[in-house]
């Protein structure tokens, strides 16, 4: 299940600790601008099924918008969390590893793809004190008009990515994707827009 995963990687980054992180003393915080929200839009299938499976996670009211505040012990916590994901999970596409073309889980076994990341980011996040509200999956297209999953999170210094593909945590417009549409603050069942309405992305997960 889920929780020795979760376990394993609680320990993993407790181990890893702050100091083991670049100080950031004397250091600028990076700043980044907010993304510009539209419309309520179309919830991802990969969601939807997962809220059919882990339905205690999704069974979730409207609550107020939060922003984490990014402190440099905050940022060097976010870091970590995305660098230590990203080299505990082997990528499998979801064709090879679920069978099924979109199928959002926790990587339980070790494997997965974005979403997996994702989930599993946002999961170690909550978990660490951060707010759900601020920790908002997100989906994407890339340079080749494929789609692709990150994790944003809101920020009293603007909106940052964590993604599976990058160790680096960055600002969302410094990224090369084109974002699609993201959870809502308030509700994390609605999703929204992201800058102008697009059309959704052929799903090719990575």
Known sequence: MAGRVLKSLALALAALGLSALPAMAGAKLPTATLSPLGPETSVPFGWVDFCQRYSA???????APQAIDLTPAAMRKIEGVNALVNNKIEPVSDAEHAGAPDAWDYPTDGKGDCEDYALLKRRVL???????????????KDEHGDGHAVLMARTNRGDFVLDNL???????????????KRQSQENQNVWVAVGAPTSAPMYVAK
Do not use: H, N
């Open 166 to 180: 990058a160790d680096e945590v960055k600002p969302w417009s410094q990224t090369s994707y084109r974002f699609v």
């Open 57 to 63: 996670e999704c069974d979730d009211g409207d609550r």
């Open 126 to 140: 909550m978990e660490a004190g951060f707010p759900r509200a601020a920790l908002l999956l997100a989906v994407v």
